[in-house]
């Protein structure tokens, strides 16, 4: 079974940095496509990062080009988010994510709360 374990949320303050991991399991994690995505309260669900299978091309949500860096160690089965100059707006559960044969997994969310 696909299994995706978000892990390296916590509370900051603005202008801190925080790196978040991604444990997969149960897929072939070295050939999919992976994205993390985030949902904050009374918004919707935004797509922040996605990385090719052997980490070539990464794209970014223009919210957080320049601050954030996505990246994956194969051998380990990992995916990192690596998260500079946090702001308020960045407040929300981060959700490691695959699409594999048409179905979409998601783990259960690594809560990132930037306050002062």
């Known amino acids: 079974q696909v299994q995706l374990v978000e892990s390296g949320g916590g509370l900051v303050q603005p202008g801190g940095s925080l790196r978040l991991s991604c444990a997969a399991s149960g897929f072939a994690f070295s050939i999919h496509v992976m994205s993390w995505s985030r949902q904050a309260p009374g918004k919707e669900r935004e797509l922040v990062a996605l990385?090719?299978?052997?980490?070539?091309?990464?794209t970014y949500a223009d919210s957080v080009k320049g601050r954030f860096s996505i990246s994956r160690d194969n051998a380990k089965n990992t995916m990192y988010l690596q998260m500079n100059s946090l702001k308020p707006d960045d407040t929300a559960v981060y959700y490691c994510?695959?699409?594999?044969?048409?179905?979409?997994?998601w783990g259960k969310g690594a809560l990132v709360t930037v306050s002062s």
């Open positions: 990385i090719t299978s052997d980490g070539s091309i990464t």
């Open positions: 994510q695959v699409r594999r044969y048409g179905i979409d997994y």
